[in-house]
Structure formats: C-alpha cells, structure tokens
C-alpha cells in the first residue's frame, strides 16, 4: 500500500505541469491533469492531499477551480500557479482558501518548500479535525449516559413516590385519596401563579407524600372520630418531622421535603413545627397548605358533612393573611382555579 501524500498537478501546460512532476515524484504520489474539469472529475473519485494547479488555463480557470474545490473537498490545500506577480490575483487565492502561490518561472526548491509547508498544514488540521471528533464522541456519549442516568433516576423517583403513597393508603385510605386530590389542586394552583413546569411537577410529588408521617401515628389516633386530646394533638403534630425521617435518606426526594416539613405552618407564625411566618414559609409548603385546607374542607368527615363551596371560599377570605398566604387566596377568589 503507497502511504506517501498525494498531490495532483493541473495545468494546460505540459511542461510546467511535468517539472512540478518530476521535482515532487521522490517524496510524493503525484498525478496530473490537463485542465481543471478533468482534475476535479479526479479527485472526486480519488481525493489528494495537496493540489498545485495553474490560474490561468481554458474553460475553467484557477480561481474558479478553486472555489468549486473547497465546497466539495474543504480539507484539501491548493497551490496555485502564476506567470505574474498579481497581488490582487493573490488576494483573491487566498480569501478563496488557497495556500499559497508560486510565480512562474519556479525555482524546485520553492516548490518543495511550498508543498512542504501546505501538507504540514493538511496534517494539522486533520489531527484537530480527529480530535474534534473524538471529543464530539465523547461529549455525544457522556450526554447518553447523563441522559440514561436521569431516566434511571426517574423512574427511581416516580417508583418510590408511588411505594409512599401506597403507603400511606395501606395506613389510612382517607390520608391516600386526600393527598392525590391536594397533589393535584396544588399543582393548579402553582400553575395559575406562573411556577415553571418542572417545578409544578415537583410540587406535586411532594404533595402526594405531603402526609408520609402519619405512618408513625397510631390508627387509632388517626382515626378517632372526636375531638382530639391535647396528648393525641401533641403526637399527630410530629407527623410532619416523621415524614422528613423517612424521606431525607432518599436523595432525589430532597425537593419534597419543605412540603412534608411546613405543611402545617401558617401565615401569621402560629402552625407547627417551627412556627415560621410568611415568606419564610417556602412557596411550595404555602402551595400545599392552602390545597390541603380546601380539600379537608370540601370532604366528608364522620365528625362533620363536607363544606359548601360559598363556605370554603369563605373561611380561604377570613384567615387569609393569618392562616393562608394572602396571594394563594387571592388567586382562588378569582377563580383562576377550578375547586370542582
């Protein structure tokens, strides 16, 4: 196999065209070409390293040759011949994207010295070229495994929300089906204040465990039809710190945490468990607080029937500012949610 670079000569000229021959034909695998239609049918079907060819020639000239050159083969370095020192035709070789040009008569030793220094370029940049590609590769494949990872996690993160839930269901079916209907009220309403999508979806997920905790509560606490001791309020209220234990050693559950947290605060400072106020609240948890207020009121009860909606909407305006976060309220009021 002939490992030497390959260099076409095109000039009309036989002996121009066979001098450049002869001075390159040691070092080098030369072919040639009797004008630049024939050339470029050439390299078409047998591309070369370096081309030397004439500016001057019939049909086609160099200029021309060159432009149609660099569109089909732009790695390929041209060399172009001229029997006059132009500057301008210079100019024009160069922004084109010629190498450089020789003036005719040519002495050898400018010819090799020429070629040399084109196909030392040619080398460059197909080592830069392999190595832009070997990193695209890279890039390419260290994209696949990021994306395939975050799939894993996923429907890591879906199947361990979905395990929760059944959870909680398996402890309480009432705590179940309240937390899928807060879920989806919450994401509503963090969609009517303009939250991005990935958020709501985030949201939502930390809506439907927002309840994990009461897993550690005992059923017949959670399922007392009376009123609450203070010695059964002071457990239920550990339901929120509960939840976080089960949760925070799951990493990508991280974001469900303030919901699971704060579920319980309120506005004005006065909820559990660390009595926080306003803002402070994170906007989520404040989300989550008001969903699970409205469908609590909206549900029947063994102590109590379900609330009219005028009552809802009611008791949202009274302790708006105190137990609600006034904006959330605000929103609800001018129906930019739906609360069927």
Same mark, same amino acid.
């Not at 309480?172 to 089906?177: A, L, R």
């Given at each position: 196999m002939n490992s030497k670079e390959k260099i076409l000569v095109i000039d009309d000229e036989l002996a121009p065209r066979e001098s450049i021959r002869?001075?390159?034909k040691d070092q080098y695998a030369v072919s040639t070409a009797s004008g630049a239609l024939e050339g470029i049918d050439m390299i078409g079907t047998d591309p070369v390293d370096l081309i030397v060819m004439?500016?001057?020639?019939?049909?086609?000239?160099?200029?021309?040759?060159? %432009?149609e050159i660099k569109k089909k083969h732009p790695d390929t370095e041209v060399i172009l011949l001229t029997?006059?020192?132009?500057?301008?035709?210079?100019r024009d070789a160069i922004r084109f994207g010629a190498f450089d040009y020789l003036i005719k008569p040519f002495d050898k030793?400018?010819?090799?010295?020429?070629?040399?220094?084109?196909?030392?370029?040619?080398?460059?940049?197909?080592?830069?070229?392999?190595?832009?590609?070997?990193l695209l590769d890279r890039a390419t494949y260290l994209e696949d %495994?990021?994306?395939?990872?975050?799939?894993?996690?996923?429907?890591?993160?879906e199947g361990t929300v979905s395990a929760l839930i059944l959870t909680i269901d398996a402890k309480?079916?009432?705590?179940?089906?309240?937390?899928?209907?807060?879920?989806?009220?919450?994401?509503?309403?963090?969609?009517?204040?303009?939250?991005?999508? %990935?958020?709501?979806?985030?949201?939502g997920n930390a809506a439907s465990i927002h309840d994990i905790g009461k897993?550690?509560?005992?059923?017949?606490?959670?399922?007392?039809?009376?009123?609450?001791?203070?010695?059964?309020y002071t457990e239920i209220k550990k339901h929120p710190a509960i939840g976080v234990r089960i949760v925070q050693s799951i990493p990508f559950l991280e974001d469900a945490i303030p919901v699971i947290l704060h579920h319980h605060e309120r506005y004005d400072g006065k909820g559990y468990p660390e009595g926080i106020t306003g803002d402070q609240i994170p906007?989520?948890?404040?989300?989550?607080?008001?969903?699970?207020?409205?469908?609590?009121?909206?549900?029947?009860?063994?102590?109590?029937?379900?609330?009219?909606?005028?009552?809802?909407?009611?008791?949202?305006?009274?302790?708006?500012?105190? %137990?609600?976060?006034?904006?959330?309220?605000?929103?609800i009021e001018k129906g930019k949610i739906s609360l069927e």
């Open positions: 002869m001075v390159l004439d500016i001057k020639m019939p049909k086609m000239d160099g200029i021309t040759a060159l %432009q029997a006059y020192a132009s500057l301008e035709t210079a030793d400018d010819v090799l010295a020429v070629v040399k220094k084109g196909l030392a370029k040619r080398r460059t940049n197909t080592g830069l070229k392999m190595e832009r590609d070997i %495994q990021v994306n395939s990872a975050r799939n894993k996690i996923m429907t890591c993160y309480d079916h009432y705590t179940y089906n309240h937390s899928n209907r807060v879920s989806k009220l919450s994401c509503s309403i963090a969609r009517a204040m303009g939250v991005p999508e %990935q958020t709501i979806k985030e949201i897993v550690g509560i005992e059923e017949n606490i959670l399922k007392k039809n009376g009123k609450l001791s203070l010695e059964e906007l989520s948890a404040r989300i989550v607080i008001v969903a699970d207020a409205i469908d609590a009121m909206m549900s029947d009860r063994p102590y109590r029937d379900a609330l009219t909606m005028t009552k809802v909407l009611s008791e949202l305006k009274e302790n708006s500012g105190t %137990q609600f976060d006034p904006e959330i309220v605000e929103i």
